[in-house]
């Protein structure tokens, strides 16, 4: 059974122009870029003081 109303706009859609997106995210005062990776932590370290 189909919802009423929704139409075409009830399917997700995919953005993959980069132009439209930096746009959206602009409007919606977001970054435009993802923040920088931090870097790679060490092994866990066990308990301290053994």
């Known amino acids: 059974m189909k ?3 929704l139409g ?3 399917r997700p859609g995919y953005l ?3 132009r ?3 746009r959206i995210l602009r409007h919606l005062h ?3 870029r ?3 990776q931090a870097p790679a932590s060490g ?3 066990h ?3 053994e």
Do not use: H
Request: net charge positive; glycine share 12%.
């Open 3 to 5: 919802a009423r109303g």
């Open 8 to 10: 075409s706009r009830s």
């Open 16 to 18: 993959t122009q980069g």
């Open 20 to 22: 439209v997106l930096r």
């Open 30 to 32: 977001l970054p435009e």
């Open 34 to 36: 993802p923040p920088p």
């Open 43 to 45: 092994p866990a370290q």
């Open 47 to 49: 308990a301290l003081g």
